[in-house]
C-alpha cells in the first residue's frame, strides 16, 4: 500500500512559485514527447528474451539521452516541503484545482523517520506497481506485470533481497516498452533523506544493492523513461543526498525564490 501524506485535506497557502516551476518542467517534458512518439523504433527491444527485455543488459541507451532529469526540492526542517507535496497531490486552493497538475501523478510515496515500513525499499517498489497499474495512466502497463516471472520478484522476501531486479522487472522494462502518454508525468517521493542514516549501518544483501530508496532512485534515475519527471524533497543541508543527485536534478529550494542547479 503506497504511504501517504498526514497532511492531505489541510489547506495550503502560498509557494505559487514553486508549482510554476513544476509545471514547466513537465511541459518541457510533454514538448519533447513528439519525438520519443514518432521514432518508437530507436528505444531498444523489450519483448520477452530480446536486448534489454533481460534487466542484466538494461543500459543507460534505455532512455532518450539527456532526458532523465528531475526536480530535487530541498528545504529546511519545517519550510514545507511535505505540504506542498502533498498539495501538488491533493490541491486544496481553486488555483491547484485549476492547475491540474495532481492529475499528471503517476505514482506517490512519503517517507517519514518514525515508521520504518515507509523507508522498505521492497515495500516502495511494491506500492509503485499498485499505484501505476491503478493509475489508468500508463495503459499496457498492469499486463506486462502480470507475468509470473515478473510477480516473482515482487513477493515478499525476495524484493527485500534484491530490489533492484524488482525495479528493473516490474517498473523501469514495462514503462519503457508501453506507448508514451500524450503528457508527461511525474513520481514524488518525499523526504527521500529519510533513512539514510540508517542505511549506512545496514549491509547490502547483495553486492552494489541499494539500502535506501533515495540510492535505488538515484542509481537507475537514467534509465526511467523520458516522460516521467521525477520529483524528490529532502532536507537542503543532507550532504548524500546532494551527492546522490547531483547532475541529475534541478534543485529547487523551497525557502527562496531562486533556483540553483548543480
Known amino acids: 500500500m503506497a504511504q501517504t501524506s498526514l497532511l492531505q485535506g489541510k489547506r495550503f497557502y502560498c509557494r505559487e512559485w514553486v508549482f510554476h516551476k513544476i509545471q514547466h518542467c513537465l511541459q518541457e517534458k510533454t514538448n519533447n514527447l513528439s519525438g520519443v512518439i514518432s521514432t518508437p523504433n530507436k528505444q531498444p527491444p523489450l519483448t520477452p528474451g530480446g536486448g534489454a527485455s533481460n534487466p542484466g543488459s538494461l543500459t543507460a541507451g534505455s532512455a532518450k539521452s539527456g532526458s532523465s532529469w528531475g526536480v530535487l526540492l530541498v528545504g529546511g526542517p519545517g519550510s514545507g516541503k511535505t505540504a506542498l507535496c502533498t498539495e501538488l497531490l491533493w490541491p486544496t486552493s481553486v488555483q491547484g484545482t485549476h492547475r ?41 502497463y498492469e499486463e506486462k506485470v502480470r507475468d509470473p516471472a515478473v510477480q516473482s520478484t515482487l513477493q515478499p522476501g525476495e524484493c527485500e533481497r534484491n530490489p533492484t531486479e524488482a525495479f528493473k522487472r516490474c517498473v523501469l522494462l514495462p514503462l519503457l516498452s508501453v506507448k508514451p502518454p500524450q503528457q508527461a508525468l511525474f513520481l514524488l517521493v518525499d523526504s527521500i533523506d529519510e533513512g539514510c542514516q540508517l542505511g549506512e549501518g545496514e549491509q547490502r544483501s547483495s553486492p552494489g544493492s541499494p539500502r535506501t530508496i533515495a540510492e535505488l532512485l538515484a542509481s537507475h534515475h537514467e534509465f526511467l523513461p523520458p516522460w516521467l519527471l521525477l520529483i524528490c524533497s529532502a532536507r537542503r543541508q543532507n550532504k548524500a ?22
Open 100 to 140: 491540474g497538475l495532481h492529475q499528471q501523478s503517476l505514482a506517490f510515496h512519503f517517507c517519514r523517520a518514525d515508521d520504518s515500513d515507509t523507508l522498505c525499499v521492497g515495500g516502495f517498489i511494491r506500492g509503485l506497481v499498485t499505484q501505476i497499474c491503478h493509475s489508468g495512466l500508463v495503459p499496457g
Open 241 to 262: 543526498i546532494t551527492k546522490l543527485f547531483t547532475g541529475k536534478c534541478v534543485c529547487v529550494c523551497v525557502t527562496h525564490l531562486g533556483d540553483v542547479f548543480f
